[in-house]
């Protein structure tokens, strides 16, 4: 049996080189694969392997009071998650690039909500919508993950910003201006994201920021199949991940790029230029001979433009 840790923590770390090796030979130790993140202002990683070693990792790192209180997500592995193991020093576990202004989650960050907390706001929602009387609570989702993972899974009636890189948040916070003084909740994968996210939106004038502690992946093991419609998308070898697939109640919201058909299908176009990640359901890749390219021409960030696959070779 194989397991997936998902967990991150921010905390202040002397030496992030002198952390990373650390972490390295740890994870060789107990051949675990995956990718870790360490920096000065914190650890963010996920790793995959047997259930006895990944505890094993677990009991090793509680041992450091660093990193004890570290909520950590689990799921069923399969073994092949990930290639290899990839454990870097950087300046930032999750870069806003914002400079001398960036966030920092221990001094400034949203009030973190429960699963169970959430799950009760949206049924008094419906409670009140359906009996017709009651204050339904005001208060507005938004889904700080990029446009590629929304497309195949969200919360219902959240708002969706056309993030590309998670350095836009400064972009999607004027769109969402008009939200500064409603209750607004922030929601990414794990939560990790969510901890600068919330802290800027705070920096920028929100007066009643909420995150959902745990991200996602924990709301959809609590309550599967109810409030968040399709899959989680994750960053490993399983692409997306769910709860009960056989669950009649469970929707399929992710569309084709190229037909619209209903489909949870992500490839990377077949462009080596580009292999922007997109959702091909196989109709398209049986017509295309089990290969897809960006509907409309890929966009290559180093020219700027459009192309179709037919020059491909001429790059």
């Known amino acids: 049996m194989y397991q997936i840790l ?138 700080m993950r990029n446009v590629y993972e929304h497309k195949v899974g969200y919360f219902e009636s959240s708002i969706l910003p056309p993030i590309e890189n998670f350095r836009d948040l400064p972009r999607v916070v004027e769109q969402i201006a008009h939200l500064k003084n409603k209750t607004v909740l922030t929601v990414c994968t794990g939560g990790v994201r969510c901890e600068k996210a919330s802290g800027f939106l705070i920096s920028q004038g929100f007066t009643d920021v909420y995150q959902l502690d745990g991200g996602i992946v924990s709301y959809m093991e609590r309550y599967p199949n109810e409030d968040f419609k399709g899959k989680l998308y994750v960053f490993d070898g399983r692409v997306t991940q769910s709860f009960y697939t056989d669950d009649p109640k469970r929707e399929v919201v992710g569309k084709c790029d190229s037909c619209g058909n209903m489909s949870e299908n992500y490839v990377n176009c077949a462009n080596p230029v580009c292999h922007r990640h997109f959702i091909a359901c196989n109709k ?31 790059i």
Request: proline share 4%; net charge negative; glycine share 10%.
């Open 6 to 143: 998902l967990y991150y923590k921010y905390v202040h770390l002397e030496d992030s080189q002198k952390e990373r090796d650390l972490q390295f030979a740890l994870c060789e130790r107990l051949d675990l694969k995956g990718r870790i993140i360490v920096a000065s202002e914190g650890i963010n990683g996920t790793v995959e392997g047997t259930v006895e070693n990944t505890e094993k990792y677990i009991e090793e790192m509680v041992k450091d009071k660093r990193f004890q209180n570290i909520h950590w997500k689990k799921s069923v592995g399969t073994g092949n998650a990930f290639p290899k193991l990839s454990v870097k020093a950087r300046k930032e576990i999750v870069s806003l690039h914002l400079g001398t202004c960036d966030i920092d989650p221990n001094e400034i960050t949203g009030v973190h909500l429960k699963p169970e907390e959430l799950h009760e706001w949206i049924l008094e929602n419906k409670a009140a919508s359906a009996q017709g009387f009651g204050e339904p609570k005001e208060f507005y989702i938004v889904d």
């Open 284 to 314: 398209c890749l049986e017509e295309g001979g089990g290969q897809a390219f960006c509907p409309g021409g890929c966009v290559l960030s180093r020219h700027g433009r459009k192309i179709s696959p037919v020059e491909v070779d001429l």
